[in-house]
Each structure stands twice: as structure tokens, then as C-alpha cells.
């Protein structure tokens, strides 16, 4: 079992930056696929980024391209998302994604664990 907890989420304006971390817990996820995931107030949830086991994969929403950076550091079993240039329409709760394959894509059904999320607000 594998337990995720993501932080770093913030209230930041129009233009400004966020740093969001994952950090697992219980088992090494050293070769898990890891994503995160975002859901804005009446809207379904919508992927960003996803990185395959090793950091030498990455997939971006179109949205985010440019302006968002997802990474990994195996040996502190922790995943990031760097987030510049954030919009308001960013604005969501952010969630990361897990699963024990090495590499997953864009679909949430492909996660099988899952944070609890944290919430990102960028102001006008």
C-alpha cells in the first residue's frame, strides 16, 4: 500500500509561482508511473502531468505546457510540480497520482492511489 500527501498549495496571484510536492509513503515507488490531476469547483477532474519511473518521461496537459514542470526524486520518494506563470483559471485542487505500473498515461483510471489533494487559488 502506498500513501500519498501532497503540499506546498497556496494562495498566489495572476503570474506568480507554486511548488507542489508528493511525498509516498509505506511502500518504495521507485518504479511507480506517478501524475497529477487537478478539479476545479463543478468541473470533472482533468490531468496535468504525468512522469514515468525514471524521469525520463513526461506528459503534459496542453494547458499547462510551458508554464508547468513535473519531477521526481526516487531516493526521497517524492514527485514535484513546478508552476509558473500560474492563471486564475489554475485554480483547482490539485491532486497526485500513483500506480505500480512504471508507465501510465492521461486517464485517472490508470492511478491506483491517490492524495488527498491541495488546494491551489490564484487570484486576478
Known amino acids: 500500500q502506498v500513501q500519498l500527501r501532497e503540499s506546498g498549495g497556496g494562495l498566489v496571484q495572476a503570474g506568480g509561482s507554486l511548488r507542489l510536492s508528493c511525498a509516498a509513503s509505506g511502500r518504495t515507488f521507485i518504479s511507480y508511473a506517478m501524475a497529477w490531476f487537478r478539479q476545479a469547483p463543478g468541473k470533472e477532474r482533468e490531468f496535468v502531468a504525468a512522469i514515468n519511473w525514471n524521469g525520463g518521461t513526461t506528459a503534459y496537459a496542453d494547458s499547462v505546457k510551458g508554464r508547468f514542470t513535473i519531477s521526481r526524486d526516487n531516493a526521497e520518494n517524492t514527485a514535484h510540480l513546478q508552476m509558473i506563470s500560474l492563471k486564475p483559471e489554475d485554480t483547482a485542487v490539485y491532486s497526485c497520482?500513483?500506480?505500480?505500473?512504471?508507465?501510465?498515461?492521461?486517464?485517472?483510471?490508470?492511478?491506483?492511489?491517490w492524495g488527498q489533494g491541495t488546494q491551489v487559488t490564484v487570484s486576478a
Open positions: 497520482a500513483a500506480d505500480r505500473s512504471p508507465n501510465r498515461g492521461q486517464s485517472p483510471y490508470e492511478y491506483e492511489y
